[in-house]
């Protein structure tokens, strides 16, 4: 059993199951959508330190892809903008700011995880007691409330019908948003062209399914599922960056880490050369 790693090595392995080679490139929907589905969960664009699989670094089929000067015009950015559209609409898979508050995508399997450990019910009314709770900021609320009323929504829509319409108020509603994504309570569902927009949804409205499965799950077990998977994508981690991606107390990591290791799943005690710290790491 392998107890020490060059960062190198760890990266190699990578590579192989985050798509990083031209060989294993991802090129069209279905594979765009086996991407997904494969890994379970992993960030639309460039993913600082390898935190998770990547569909852009994916799509370019390379470890450290460069920004291209003119993001518009690059194949491979407009192939995941494209993904990023088509696969949500189709509802085949979530995406959203979900972890770091940036754009994440995740399976249909691995969402009822996501769905239990957010505290989420499923109730119409329950952003109305998280305000109550400090919870959930005004603004958020009052999105929610339109959305409750009527939806799909553009952008537009909402503003319009919180009262967040003037060039001023972008920050605050985009912020709210984001808030509302990363709780998830809602979701994109289309993106408009002419003009261009966002069409917004309560989450529970789209994937009805997938809530439905969450209401059958324990968090603890959520929580081992999630970091099963990510133990299968990046081979080794530690307690600070699993805390850092999730941001889950740390006594429910070393708990889930406790028994991922009781199933032979994962191993402490391993090192990474140049580093002082230790690791755990996929038993494979």
């Known amino acids: 059993m392998k107890l020490t790693y060059t960062q190198e090595e760890v990266e190699r392995w990578r590579d192989r199951i985050h798509r990083r080679t031209p060989g294993l490139a991802v090129t069209t929907k279905q594979q765009a959508l086996n991407f997904v589905n494969g890994v379970g969960y992993c960030f639309a664009f460039k993913a600082e330190n390898s935190e998770l699989p990547c569909l852009w670094h994916a799509a370019c089929g390379t470890r450290n892809p460069r920004l291209p000067l003119h993001t518009h015009h690059d194949p491979y950015l407009s192939f995941v903008w494209e993904m990023k559209d088509i696969l949500p609409s189709e509802v085949r898979i979530y995406y959203g700011k979900l972890l770091r ?59 319009l019908a919180t009262g967040y319409i003037a060039k001023g108020d972008r920050g605050a509603f985009d912020k709210a948003i984001t808030e509302l994504q990363t709780e998830m309570y809602i979701v994109k569902v289309e993106e408009q062209h002419e003009p261009f927009t966002f069409v917004w949804a309560p989450l529970r409205s789209v994937f009805p399914r997938q809530l439905k499965k969450a209401g059958r799950i324990q968090p603890e077990v959520a929580r081992f599922r999630i970091l099963e998977q990510y133990f299968r994508n990046q081979l080794v981690s530690s307690v600070d960056a699993i805390h850092r991606l999730f941001r889950w107390d740390r006594q429910l990591i070393y708990q889930t880490l406790g028994r991922l290791t009781e199933k032979s799943v994962i191993t402490g005690g391993v090192k990474l050369q140049g580093s002082d710290r230790r690791y755990y790491c996929l038993l494979d």
């Open 101 to 159: 508050r940036r754009p994440t995508m995740v399976s249909l399997d691995f969402l009822p995880c996501f769905y239990v450990l957010s505290g989420r019910t499923g109730q119409a009314d329950e952003h109305q007691r998280a305000f109550m709770h400090g919870r959930l900021s005004s603004i958020a609320r009052d999105i929610m409330d339109a959305l409750t009323d009527s939806w799909p929504q553009v952008t537009k829509g909402l503003k």
